[in-house]
């Protein structure tokens, strides 16, 4: 009988595996190596940590970063891009960069095609989809010949209001598939994305050719080696969206897995808010190499319809993370005398200079270990015995250019670091108008609970939650997810002009592709549900902000163009910091979620303490440069209801917590660390 529930997240350094025993009711985490020449083998590695067999699995879903490292790395597919003939210069162009336009070091983002692998093809739809000029078919036969013989790997089409009518669009992959074969890529900007920006739109498609290939071979190779391992369901894979796909779904839009591996954090954000009670979190995810800030607001994670990578833009539904090069892999280095930590990073191999791997520079997980932050012996669940000596000689090294010793060389690195993570962390809160002392700071990834207390310090947040499992805290946010598939209609009207049974119509036509969607996903019709929302903005105005649609206004209802006109007054004051009440709105995008729910655990609840008394030892740790007698004890003898206060370590499997002094630790129900500022508890 398949008993487990398994999640993998795929990290720069290490393979997070988490399991739910369906017959006992518990939660297991482990860590396997990430093998970059081939993920499928830490993939594999960590599974077999776990569960005897993948036949022992029934639920399986994972988070991959094949689609983005392709992406961030220039590793993709050559693309050959085919736009309307007369404006297939537009995805060159691009964009004006409304936010930089004093910016004397601004820098054009460089477009994944080059101009000469951009070709323009005959034939017009109109903005109301009707056809001007007839496909050229023999143009887009043609094109696709010089894609075979210029060694293309995909097609990208975008042409003209696709989105009113993709008829063309459609032809044109049958011509090219005619000529080179089913199984060629092929992205359309209409399925990509079916909005209305024709730059974006164009850019979304070229991102999903560029990357769809790789993407595909990866699940492709990794669902032989699970079905050749026994397993018997689906392989499920995390969208950017923060909901799940089969991983056939996730082969044909594979732009929606573009930012599938850290979106799992947030997801578990989200869970950990509605259990514990508390509405706003920040969530701060450090691993080897990256550090990623995700916000919960009311409840939810902090989703938006369009996002950027490296001044790229994609039309899709994702959740908004903030990524710096900070992370204990990142290495420090000297820049014109000044110390600098990241954005490059050591990886898995050689890694930081403890891992006695063959690397010889100084990182932040060198560092902390310096300082006696990190236990040596039990690193990664004692898959891995550090070297002390390797880490002191590596930041002694750098501190002699600052004529600074180890230990003050290494506070030094974490002191930079936390400043560069804190900076973060007020770019994504500030931007939506958010206060971060008004949330609680949520540390996970190997790395994260070992600086989140210092970040909360710079930042004024007054309590820090460490959750259980926090090194694979997003592989089990990965658990707690629903199937999820985004549907998008263009919808122009203003206030003045909108038909509420018109809108109604089309809710309904939407509705009902989304839920069907939902069976091919596997999905019983007793759990569908959707959730509608449209973008609004004021008249004459560019850019747009998602209002929900809920029973409240009903589009058919005399009060509904009232109630959604506050709903965006209010958002827009909390965005901007002002509105303008009154004034003509204008409808522009519908939109429509549909969310299929295959169960998922609750969270365990934690043995309660019978006497305060733990097992644990005191070391030396420094903290501001003095050694200090600290606590350090193993995360599985602190039960709910314990406390202590700092300085203290937690150690743990798959990550370590570090309390400095002046701050106190309990326990929860679920067996959270609750780390609180004393001065402000």
């Keep these: 009988m398949a008993r487990y529930r398994v999640s993998m997240d795929i990290g720069g350094t290490f393979t997070d595996v988490v399991t739910y025993d369906d017959e006992a009711g518990v939660f297991a985490a482990t860590k396997a190596s990430t093998t970059p020449d081939d993920l499928s083998e830490g993939v594999m590695a960590g599974l077999g940590a776990v569960v005897d067999t993948p036949g022992d699995i029934g639920f399986l879903v994972h988070g991959t970063t094949q689609g983005l490292n392709a992406f961030l790395e220039r590793r993709g597919v050559p693309v050959l891009l085919l736009g309307t003939a007369g404006v297939e210069d537009s995805y060159h162009i691009a964009r004006g960069p409304r936010t930089r336009l004093y910016d004397l070091h601004y820098r054009k983002p460089e477009p994944l ?8 093809i005959g034939g017009r739809i109109a903005p109301d989809g009707s056809e001007l000029t007839p496909l ?49 890529t092929v992205s359309l900007s209409h399925e990509a994305a079916k909005e209305w920006r024709e730059y974006e739109r164009t850019s979304s498609a070229v991102v999903e050719s560029y990357t769809g290939p790789i993407v595909r071979r990866y699940l492709s190779h990794l669902e032989v080696r699970l079905r050749d391992g026994g397993l018997a369901v689906p392989l499920h894979v995390m969208q950017s969206s923060g909901g799940i796909l089969t991983a056939d779904s996730a082969r044909a839009r594979p732009l929606q897995t573009l930012l599938s591996g850290p979106v799992g954090g947030a997801i578990a954000c989200a869970e950990l808010s509605r259990v514990s009670g508390r509405p706003n979190l920040i969530g701060v995810d450090m691993g080897g190499t990256s550090f990623d800030v995700s916000l919960i607001v009311d409840g939810e994670p902090d989703v938006s319809a369009e996002a950027q990578l490296e001044g790229l833009p994609m039309l899709m539904s994702v959740v908004n993370i903030h990524t710096v090069g900070a992370g204990g892999g990142s290495v420090a280095w000297v820049e014109a005398g000044g110390l600098r930590v990241g954005p490059r990073s050591a990886g898995a191999r050689p890694g930081p200079a403890c891992y006695g791997r063959g690397g010889t520079e100084p990182t932040v997980t060198d560092a902390n270990l310096v300082l006696g932050r990190i236990d040596p012996e039990g690193f990664a669940g004692g898959q891995m015995t550090l070297d002390t000596a390797g880490a002191e000689q590596a930041v002694g090294k750098l501190g002699e250019t600052f004529g600074l010793d180890a230990v003050a060389m290494a506070e030094g690195i974490c002191d930079v670091a936390n400043s560069k993570m804190a900076q973060a962390i007020r770019t994504i809160t500030v931007s939506r108008g958010i206060e971060p002392r008004d949330s609680s700071l949520v540390a996970f990834g190997g790395a994260g609970p070992m600086h989140a207390v210092f970040l909360a310090r710079e930042l004024g947040i007054a309590e820090t939650i460490v959750p259980r499992f926090p090194g694979a805290f997003s592989a089990w946010g990965m658990l707690q997810t629903r199937i999820r598939k985004d549907f998008t209609e263009p919808y122009f009207f203003l206030d003045a002009d909108l038909d509420g049974a018109d809108l109604t119509a089309v809710l309904r036509r939407l509705e009902e592709q989304a839920l069907s969607t939902l069976g091919e996903e596997g999905v019983p019709e007793g759990q569908r549900s959707v959730a509608h929302s449209v973008d609004i903005r004021y008249e004459a105005q560019e850019y747009t902000l998602t209002v929900p649609i809920t029973d409240a206004a009903d589009p058919s209802t005399p009060d509904f163009l009232k109630v959604v006109a506050e709903r965006f007054a209010e958002m827009h004051h909390s965005r901007y910091g002002h509105a303008n009440p009154g004034a003509p709105i204008e409808f522009v995008t519908v939109r429509t979620a549909a969310f299929g729910d295959l169960g998922r655990p609750e969270p365990q609840k934690w043995p309660h303490a019978e006497k305060p008394e733990f097992p644990h030892e005191v070391k030396q740790v420094v903290f501001g440069g003095t050694p200090c007698d600290t606590t350090v004890v193993r995360r599985d003898d602190l039960l709910a209801g314990h406390t202590f206060a700092g300085p203290g370590v937690v150690v743990e499997d798959t990550a370590t917590t570090v309390v400095p002094p002046g701050y106190s630790v309990s326990v929860d129900e679920i067996g959270s660390l609750i780390i609180r500022n004393k001065e402000q508890a």
């Excluded at 009113?164 to 005619?178: D, F, G, K, Y």
């Design 136 to 184: 050229d078919e023999d143009a887009v036969r043609a094109a696709a010949r010089t894609a075979r013989d210029r060694g293309h790997g995909a097609i990208a089409i975008a042409f003209l209001f696709s989105y009113a009518n993709p008829a063309h669009e459609l032809r044109a992959r049958e011509l090219v598939l005619e000529e080179l074969g089913e199984d060629f």
């Design 113 to 120: 095609v080059p101009r000469r692998d951009v070709l323009g």
